[in-house]
């Protein structure tokens, strides 16, 4: 007998929260999703930072396919989102958030019957003169916008989002959630809610309001060094660029305490929905990770690295209970055709990752970032990549390499790989074969319309 489709399907995004920073704390921080979910162990994301990335799982495309990116981050949208398929199934499309990146200024919010920008709904307490200093000192281009909202007597979008930069508002967000979803169930609506989560993104909110953790001047200093390093991409400026690995530690460990004071919210949250409505979806990730000095990177722009891109995929449906694991390779964007087939669209690419996850293929893509036009010229390199098995195999600036991922360890080294087929020595099989070579291709052919 044919499932009923879910009346409240719930996708919350961690933004930014890496596979190691949730578990193996998740058991503790979100003890309901934990004992009612599938997890799935080897996920990762198709687009290293939130815009390629959502961009992907909101149309189960690959990033040159859908074209958004660090250079062209308005490209239009050639495909069909998921919130306008899920529109036309019936459902009432809500989005919470507290990043801007997922809104209207790049036209991820398109199909969404209601976006609520949790920056504009409360009142515009001001951050402080040492926040808002620090904000201008992190994010320099608001400085311009600045001055350009002055002019115009209107605040930019990305200004206004700078309480959501120092100030959480996830239990905010929560309590909207569920006034609105109160309201919708009453008037009978079939619900899609779904929440991006600023919290975990830079500069990593381990408390509701951000501090420096660490105690003294010259720590503070360093602290504040290494938070510089990071939101300014200071290692794509310089070939012998060393990070403070003991500091780096101190801030990944932010983002852990940040899932630790957040994850018991979302937590709940989840257990109200499901009592409230039984007949519900809940679906728990991260749209990308970060990387905090493994393999000479920062941040998330232009990587596929492990730490960047290696998430959690935490997946409840109506009913679901005990702990299953899937170990299987997979592709974070699969998402997408995962929550058609649980609202019964009927669709080629409607399939499930709970029931079929063999025919997900794990592809990352990256384009390079332009770090205020001091990016060097060897980190001026686009680069595709796919795991399979235990490899992953790596292609930039016309060359391949490969390195393990058969541990937990986020840290990885590149080797040349000196064969002509990579995609043979992979195992894959001829179906996955032809997929991945014909993705690697478009990708060749695609990263020519990016600028040098």
């Given at each position: 007998?044919?499932k009923?489709?879910p009346r ?5 995004i961690a933004?930014?929260?890496r ?7 998740i ?7 934990y004992?009612h ?7 990762r ?5 939130t ?5 992907s799982?909101?149309?189960g ?7 958004q ?10 495909y ?5 398929l ?9 989005m919470?958030?507290s ?21 504009r709904?409360?009142?515009?307490q ?6 808002t ?6 994010r320099?281009?608001?400085?311009k ?5 002055f002019?115009?007597?209107?605040m930019?979008?990305d ?10 508002y ?28 600023y919290d ?29 390093d990071?939101i ?15 500091m780096?530690q ?7 305490q940040?899932?630790?004071?957040v ?5 709940e949250?989840?257990?109200w929905?499901?009592?409230m ?22 941040y ?5 690295t492990?730490?960047?891109n290696?998430v ?7 009913g ?5 694991g ?7 964007k699969?998402?997408f ?6 609202a ?13 996850p ?12 332009d ?6 010229p060897?980190f ?12 992953k ?17 986020p840290?990885r080294?590149l080797?040349?790989?000196?064969h ?12 996955k ?7 690697w ?7 020519k319309k990016?600028?040098r």
């Open positions: 007998m044919k009923p489709e409240v399907i719930v996708f919350i933004d930014s929260l596979y190691d920073t949730c578990y193996p704390y058991r503790k921080a979100m003890p309901y999703l004992r979910s599938t997890h799935f162990h080897q996920v994301s198709s687009g290293c930072w815009l390629p990335s959502h961009a799982m909101f149309t495309r690959w990033l040159h396919e859908h074209g990116n660090t250079q062209m981050r308005k490209a239009g949208h050639r069909p989102m998921l919130a306008d899920l529109k036309d199934k019936g459902y009432y499309n809500l919470i958030t990043n801007v990146v997922v809104t209207d200024i790049f036209g991820l919010n398109r199909g969404f019957d209601e976006t609520r920008k949790i920056w709904e409360l009142d515009h001001t951050l402080g003169v040492f926040l200093l620090l904000g201008y000192v992190w320099p281009r608001l400085r916008r600045f001055v350009k909202s002019v115009n007597n209107k930019a979008e200004i206004e989002s700078l309480r959501a930069f120092f100030k959480s996830a239990s905010h967000m929560l309590a909207l959630a569920r006034q609105r979803l109160t309201e919708l169930l009453q008037n009978r609506r079939r619900v899609f809610l779904f929440f991006n989560f975990f993104h830079f500069p990593y909110l381990s408390e509701d309001t951000f501090r420096f953790e660490t105690r003294g001047i010259r720590n503070k200093y360093r602290e504040f060094r290494s938070l510089m990071i300014n991409n200071n290692h794509m400026k310089d070939l012998n660029y060393q990070p403070n690995l003991k780096m101190r801030i990944k460990d932010r983002q852990r940040c899932f630790e004071r994850g018991p919210l979302i937590d949250f989840s257990r929905v499901r009592k409505e039984p007949d519900s979806t809940i679906v728990f990730s991260s749209d990308h990770g970060e990387n905090f000095g493994e393999e000479q990177w920062l998330h722009f232009a990587n596929v492990e730490g960047g290696r959690p995929l935490l997946w409840s449906s109506p679901e209970k005990g702990v299953a899937v170990d299987t390779q997979v592709s974070l699969d998402v055709g995962s929550f058609l087939q649980e019964g669209i009927r669709k080629p690419e409607a399939w499930h990752l709970k029931k079929t063999e025919r997900s293929t794990s592809i990352i893509e990256s384009i390079w970032y770090a205020k036009n001091k990016t060097i060897e001026k390199r686009n680069q595709f990549a796919f795991v399979a098995g235990d490899q195999f790596v292609y930039r600036k016309q060359k391949w390499f490969y390195t393990p991922v058969n541990t937990d360890s840290t080294h080797t040349s790989f000196d002509s087929d990579p995609f043979s020595a992979a195992g894959l099989d001829t179906e074969k032809t997929e991945v070579k014909t993705a291709k478009n990708f060749v052919t695609f990263e990016i600028p």
